[in-house]
């Protein structure tokens, strides 16, 4: 009776209920959680693991810690500086619907107590189909020693997660900005930058180590990347290293009909990296009172005259697929916008600069048929269908 009515609800009253939900996606103002509050929330996943099921987003909370001014990364072996403290969360949050205001916090990942010692970066959740677990990856950075991946489990997106290894034993040692991407057949492979270079290589079946193959790419001062597979293509994008940088960077983008390369450079040039006269007109000014753009990163590096036309460094590729089965990727950078409560606070003419209320970039990717991906351009709001 029971297999008989979920039949009868599939085959015909299923298909009644399929609708819609078209929602704005708005880059101008901050992300709200369902309280009204910026979501202090950077450098992280964001995915749906089951059709219809919340997104759910592992990330870095920074906290109300009040940004000095110039760079980033002034000082970044300075503990007290807002992007180098050793007790900041992994925090989860999950949305139904990726919009402002649809943000509820549903706890921290894992206690600060719970792991290594150090300022950690880019939490990382993939489920692994063969363990049947959530592993979360991050990067932790040790001030003296060498920085480190650790890994973490969970039965659920919603931990609390378990660590399992506190150093993931990549070939190049050490560690810098990595994603993991989970192949269709559950083969898991970590992208990683190590001494400003990329590689790739192949996790243990448990993703908890790596098994040591790997392949490694030739750009200089790289860092910040994505991997991800689409109609059998793999794709490895990253750009120039930006440290917390103001003005942002580019996005190199890479192919391969293996995961472990050889890798195709894609032949138009960088996909975010534009010259500053055009910017100029095209993108937000980079106005504040207090944050520089730091010299010679991000496009800068390569060519002094190009800046990014995103304002930000590649960060996630959310997949979203609406209901007819169409996945749109929206590409999301972390963005500095120091000058975010400028007007909130002007009566004191105090600026903000608080690390946690630092703004994303989202912005769907263009795919051509032969697999290239188009120019970002920058785009102040669009319309998902999630
Ligand atoms: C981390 O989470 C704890 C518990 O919710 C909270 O008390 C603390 O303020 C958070 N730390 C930061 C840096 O936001
Ligand atoms: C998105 O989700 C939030 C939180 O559940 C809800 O309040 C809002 O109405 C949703 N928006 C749309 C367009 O469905
Ligand atoms: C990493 O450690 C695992 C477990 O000890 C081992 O099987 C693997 O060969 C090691 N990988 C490398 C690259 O040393
Ligand atoms: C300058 O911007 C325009 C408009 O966005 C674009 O069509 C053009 O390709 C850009 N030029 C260069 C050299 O990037
Ligand atoms: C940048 O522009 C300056 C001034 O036009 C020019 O002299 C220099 O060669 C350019 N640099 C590059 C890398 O294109
Ligand atoms: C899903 O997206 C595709 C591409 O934009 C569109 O053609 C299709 O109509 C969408 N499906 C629904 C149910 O809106
Ligand atoms: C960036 O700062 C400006 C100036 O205060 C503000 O108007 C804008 O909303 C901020 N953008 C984001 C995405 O927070």
Partial sequence: MKNFLSILLNVFLFPLFIHT????????????DVNGVIIDAHDGSIQQFEKNGLYYMHAMQ???CKEPPNYGCDGAGM???????MNHNISIWSSPNLTSGSWSYVGNAIDVADRPAGVVFRP?????????LYVLFWNYMRWNLPSLYAVAIADTPNGPFRLINPALNVSRG?????DILVDDDGTGYIVYSQNYYMSVEQLTPDFYYSTGKSYMF???FVEAPIFMKKNNIYYALFGWCCCYCMQGSGILVHTANNPLGPYTLQADGDLACEPKSNTSKTVLPLTSISGLPTPNQGCEFHNVNTTSIARSQQNYIIKVTNS??????????DRLNRSLFLLVDRWQQAPDGIKGHEPQYWVPLNFYEEGTIGKMQWIDEFILDV
Avoid: A, M
């Fill in 21 to 32: 939900t078209q929602v704005v996606i708005n880059n101008l103002e901050p992300r709200l």
């Fill in 62 to 64: 920074y906290g109300l």
């Fill in 79 to 85: 503990s007290s500086r807002c992007g180098f403290q």
């Fill in 124 to 132: 990382h959740l993939v489920y692994n189909p063969i363990t049947k």
């Fill in 174 to 178: 050490g560690g810098g900005d990595f």
């Fill in 218 to 220: 030739e750009e200089y």
């Fill in 324 to 333: 007819t089965g169409y996945t749109t990727y929206v590409w999301t950078g």
